[in-house]
């Protein structure tokens, strides 16, 4: 029979972490094609650090396919394409229409996201993909 602690750890080591770290997940995101301090990417983390958590759970599930932070923290993040290693959660600005919603790529970790121009499209575009398409989750 296991302890309640032991049962609790291995609830971590299956599920992940519950609480999300936002500057555990700043720290590990890999940029494409865009820098640390550009529109897209402060904006991003604005409109990320506005949300509840449960809409955060929801936001990580639509990039990576999981509602839940591996147990070491976002640099643990793992792809689906069988590749061995970490796959890092990715910020990937692309050109595209600003009229466009933000596109996930769940095998790769990684968020498309078009050169809108201001925070409030940003917010809106990001809040309209993640609330309202439909897809599947990896608990």
């Given at each position: 029979m296991m302890s309640s602690k032991e049962a609790l750890s291995l609830k971590l080591i299956i599920g992940g972490l519950g609480k999300i770290d936002l500057a555990d997940w700043k720290s590990n995101t890999r940029l494409k094609h865009c820098a640390v301090d550009s529109n897209v990417v402060c904006w991003f983390w604005e409109a990320v650090e506005s949300f509840t958590e449960e809409r955060r759970g929801r936001l990580l599930q639509f990039v990576t396919g999981s509602t839940r932070v591996p147990l070491q923290g976002f640099k643990a993040l793992q792809g689906s394409t069988g590749s061995a290693g970490p796959r890092l959660f990715t910020i990937h600005l692309i050109e595209a229409n600003t009229d466009n919603l933000?596109?996930?790529?769940?095998?790769?970790?990684?968020?498309?996201?078009?050169?809108?121009?201001?925070?409030?499209?940003?917010y809106e575009k990001l809040l309209t993909a993640v609330e309202e398409t439909c897809g599947f989750a990896v608990e």
């Open positions: 933000p596109k996930a790529h769940t095998c790769f970790n990684r968020i498309d996201i078009p050169p809108y121009e201001s925070y409030e499209k940003l």
